[in-house]
């Protein structure tokens, strides 16, 4: 019955996000809106590698659950907790909390309104809303191994790291900002800023490996119990 409903989440979810991202590539060669620019494409945006990342992630985890007690199924385990330790988690919820938070703050620092007539709503909600639910669902369908801390956090280090560069490298590039909140930044500030939210997002993953060891502890302490 676990694995039936492991199955019906990852495919539905996985099925999900390619609708989104196909939705998201529909949208080529349409006219943008002021705060959207062409150079770098949806590339420069974290929120749309996040949603390829996690697109990604349920694949992989679909199609794990089609393999399970098979030996390809057990590397295919490990792939994937590795994948949803290390960045799914941490960064899907870090895209929706920084964005929300931003957005309620000031949201033409992070999505300027004119943005809507190009996004339907739902699309901000897919991109924005809907990832932090389906990473819960996903804490409480199945447990994961968690790798050593320090390897974790060098290789979300390293990612921060290379995004940091290539959003440097667009406003280099172009003279315009990926978001118009860094902008308000000094050189001193974006330092900060990005140091910041690197620190957010390794409590993230701490978070995560911590709310794997409450909900699956308890359950094996519940099965045991009425073994």
Same mark, same amino acid.
């Given at each position: 019955?676990t694995?039936? =409903? *492991?199955?019906?989440? &990852?495919?539905s ?11 998201? @590539? ?15 494409? !949806?590339?420069?945006?974290?929120t749309? $590698?996040? $949603? ?7 694949g ?5 659950? %089609?393999? &399970?007690?098979?030996?390809? +199924? *057990?590397? $295919? ?11 799914? %988690?941490?960064? +899907? ?11 309620? %703050? ?5 999505? /300027?309104?004119?943005?809507?007539? %190009?996004? /339907?709503?739902?699309?901000? &909600? @897919?991109?924005?809303?809907? =990832?932090? !639910? ?5 804490? $409480? ?7 050593? *801390? ?11 790291? @290379?995004?940091?560069f ?10 315009v ?6 902008g308000r ?14 620190s957010?997002?390794a ?15 308890? *359950? ?8």
């Amino acid at each position: 019955m676990t694995l039936t =409903v *492991r199955k019906l989440f &990852h495919v539905s979810v996985f099925t999900w996000y390619v609708f989104v991202v196909k939705s998201l @590539a529909a949208k080529d060669g349409e006219q943008l809106p002021p705060g959207i620019f062409v150079y770098g494409g !949806p590339w420069k945006y974290l929120t749309f $590698l996040n $949603l390829l990342l996690q697109m990604f992630f349920f694949g992989l985890a679909a199609l794990n659950d %089609f393999q &399970h007690g098979k030996k390809a +199924g *057990r590397f $295919l385990t490990t792939c994937k907790d590795l994948l949803f330790s290390v960045f799914v %988690f941490p960064v +899907g919820v870090f895209v929706v909390l920084l964005f929300w938070t931003i957005f309620a %703050f000031d949201r033409e620092l992070v999505y /300027p309104a004119t943005i809507d007539t %190009f996004f /339907p709503p739902w699309i901000n &909600h @897919a991109m924005h809303t809907f =990832v932090f !639910p389906v990473l819960l669902g996903e804490v $409480l369908l199945q447990p994961h191994i968690y790798p050593q *801390r320090k390897l974790a956090l060098t290789a979300l280090a390293a990612v921060g790291v @290379a995004y940091l560069f290539w959003i440097v490298w667009v406003y280099l590039s172009v003279g315009v900002w990926v978001y118009p909140l860094l902008g308000r930044f000094s050189s001193a500030g974006l330092v900060f800023f990005f140091f910041f939210n690197m620190s957010v997002v390794a409590s993230l993953y701490e978070l995560g490996d911590k709310l794997n060891v409450l909900v699956w502890s308890q *359950r094996r302490a519940v099965k045991s119990r009425e073994d």
